[in-house]
């Protein structure tokens, strides 16, 4: 069998062909190919060539914006981790923690007699980019006091994350007007901004048992009772943060509203 040993194979101009050295085939020029079948691996340095796979199982090809590259999956991805503040402090930002989701609530306002009822604090929700700060203030607002009827309760204060969100407290029973139940606080600076509920208004002998304080964000107030005076104001504590404070019986102490609160989930990205 004869053989044809070549260097090079070039076209009539010598500007295209190919190059024959080492068992490989080098194209100069343009190439231009109809249908290409490959047994082995494609390697070399163009930006177009995909990295080879061998030991790179589970890894995604990332762009470096001048070729391609085989880049590790970060576990470092989601919600990382969430701070509850049911008094004032500071809030420091966790190591990867790149956004935050805030959620301010105001406290509640105070009850009085005869039903009438607090209002609850309001609600601020609102996505904040962490990546160049480091702490921010917290300020979680206290509720209002309970009273006696006709007294008007007390107003619940105001909560807040440093400068980007905040949510007034819920008003005390029967102070906006006589006999009337407090009006809810609002949220302010956020992209949610949420009313707390109003508060019951006067009630009489036929309809105790059958009232309640504002709601927050949260949830609801302390148990109403047709038969125990101070009901409320013995529960004062099981409510949700922010609700207002409920009335009681007759002319007896309400309870006082519940605490505000600031919740903070932390994500990686």
């Not at 509850?84 to 007699?113: A, D, Y």
């Not at 949510?167 to 102070?175: I, K």
């Not at 529960?235 to 006082?256: D, E, K, L, P, V």
Request: with cysteine.
């Amino acid at each position: 069998m004869s053989k044809l040993k070549v260097a090079s194979i070039r076209d009539l101009s010598d500007q295209a062909g190919f190059s024959l050295s080492g068992g490989g085939i080098s194209s100069v020029g343009t190439l231009t190919v109809g249908n290409l079948v490959i047994n082995g691996q494609i390697v070399g340095q163009s930006n177009y060539v995909i990295p080879p796979q061998t030991g790179n199982s589970g890894k995604f090809l990332q762009s470096t914006g001048s070729g391609l590259q085989w880049a590790e999956v970060s576990a470092s991805t989601g919600i990382r981790s969430m701070q509850v503040w049911t008094s004032n402090g500071t809030w420091s930002r966790p190591s990867g923690v790149k956004s935050i989701l805030v959620t301010v609530t105001g406290g509640g306002g105070g009850g009085s007699g005869f039903q009438e009822s607090g209002g609850a604090g309001g609600t601020a929700e609102r996505v904040v980019d962490v990546t160049n700060t480091s702490s921010i203030s917290v300020t979680v607002g206290n509720p209002g006091g309970g009273t006696n009827y006709s007294g008007c309760g007390g107003g619940g204060n105001t909560s807040s994350f440093g400068g980007y969100c905040s949510a007034s407290g819920g008003y005390g029973a029967n102070c906006r007007q006589q006999h009337a139940g407090g009006i809810g606080g609002n949220g302010s600076g956020g992209t949610l901004n949420v009313y707390g509920g109003g508060g019951n208004g006067h009630g009489s002998h036929y309809s105790y048992g059958n009232h309640t304080a504002g709601g927050s964000y949260y949830g609801g107030t302390q148990p109403s009772s047709h038969g125990q005076s101070n009901y409320a104001h013995q529960h004062q504590s099981h409510a949700a943060w922010g609700a207002g404070g409920n009335g009681a019986m007759h002319g007896n102490r309400g309870a006082r509203g519940r605490e505000g609160v600031v919740v903070v989930r932390e994500f990686y990205g």
